[in-house]
């Protein structure tokens, strides 16, 4: 299967954020996202959060199970998974909803 040029650079992008993701804790959906819209704005919201949610799975269940076997609170982190159903529902709504021209707009001026 041969990939177009944009595939290959949104596959890197997506590839530089996982990376920043699981050192730092943080910047997949800021690198991501707004870089992933320039190429093409079919691959934000759907992908982005599909992508993040699968990460931010993948690397709790890692940390569990792996390295620190048991220390991780369920307490603390089940509000959280629950309220990135609809917070991510409600983003996507948003992001649908406003126009493209100002949605690159906003994503350039963030």
């Not at 997949?28 to 190429?39: E, R, S, Y």
Request: aromatic share 10%; with cysteine.
């Amino acid at each position: 299967m041969l990939y177009t040029q944009p595939e290959l650079l949104a596959l890197l992008i997506v590839t530089c954020g996982i990376v920043l993701q699981t050192w730092f804790g943080i910047g997949f959906g800021l690198v991501a996202a707004p870089l992933l819209f320039l190429i093409n704005p079919a691959y934000v919201p759907g992908p982005v959060l599909i992508l993040g949610t699968s990460l931010s799975v993948l690397v709790v269940s890692r940390l569990t199970l792996i390295k620190n076997q048991g220390e991780l609170s369920w307490r603390r982190v089940t509000p959280a998974i629950i309220a990135r159903l609809p917070g991510a529902w409600l983003g996507a709504l948003l992001l649908v909803s406003i126009p493209a021209w100002s949605l690159s707009l906003l994503f350039g001026v963030t």
